[in-house]
């Protein structure tokens, strides 16, 4: 079925140790973006891509690096994992101007010890 | 700057009766404003979308929002909840071409026999 998929659906690094986190989408969305949800504050964007080889930072980028050299895939690198980092990691796509509303993943739970 | 805010971290309802979930905006123009639901260990799903045509948005499961210019409100409102309602749900307005969501900080419905 179309949609964002993200992997894995869960994970416990401990403190210093890098991940990948995966997002692939296969609508040929231009945009796609990372959010992270932590309880009580909604979502709060890490990073975005408006197409191939484009991204910027959103409200909360520290710690976090992205690239974005296929439309398709768009993951998430934490370098060294800290505990404030534990969190529900989501991954969005849309069209361009979105009227239609993003697409999102199921998310990635991660816990950092 | 634009901003979003859930006036209710909680609401708790009985099955069968009307469901109101408040949201405030704060802009400058008249923005995009979107409702989404998750439910527990879910993605996001979009509920319906405003986007400057109809002041009244009738959106999936029964639910509607009424875009208020005047008291800057967007709420989400439902005649009769069911037990499947019960979710977190997140008022969203995108800045920045749609580039970003702004996301408030959540609304956990309660649904009780």
């Known amino acids: 079925n179309a949609g964002v998929t993200q992997t894995p659906k869960f994970q416990v690094l401990k403190t210093g140790q890098s991940m990948t986190l995966q997002c692939a989408q296969d609508m040929n969305h231009e945009y796609m973006s990372w959010y992270r949800q932590d309880p009580g504050m909604g979502l709060r964007l890490i ?60 998310g990635t739970r991660l816990t950092v010890v | 700057a634009q901003s979003v805010t859930q006036l209710d971290s909680h609401v708790s309802v009985s099955e069968g009766t009307p469901v109101l979930l408040r949201c405030n905006y704060s802009s400058s123009y008249s923005p995009s404003l979107f409702w989404y639901v998750q439910h527990p260990n879910k993605g996001l799903q979009l509920l319906l979308k405003y986007t400057s045509a109809a002041t009244l948005v009738k959106g999936i499961n029964g639910f509607e929002a009424e875009f208020k210019k005047s008291e800057t409100s967007f709420h989400l409102t439902k005649p009769s909840a069911h037990m499947s309602d019960a979710a977190e749900y997140f008022c969203v307005s995108p800045e920045g071409g749609y580039n970003k969501l702004i996301f408030g900080a959540g609304t956990r419905l309660a649904v009780h026999p």
Not at chain 1, 98 to 105: D, H, K, N, P, R
Request: charged share 10%; glycine share 12%; hydrophobic share 25%.
């Open chain 1, 47 to 106: 990073h975005y891509s408006v197409g191939a080889g484009i991204t910027d930072q959103g409200e909360v980028p520290n710690g976090y690096n992205v690239s974005r050299s296929t439309t398709e895939d768009f993951p998430l690198r934490l370098l060294s994992a800290a505990p404030s980092q534990t969190s529900v990691y989501f991954c969005a796509s849309s069209y361009t101007g979105t009227a239609y509303g993003y697409t999102f993943g199921s």
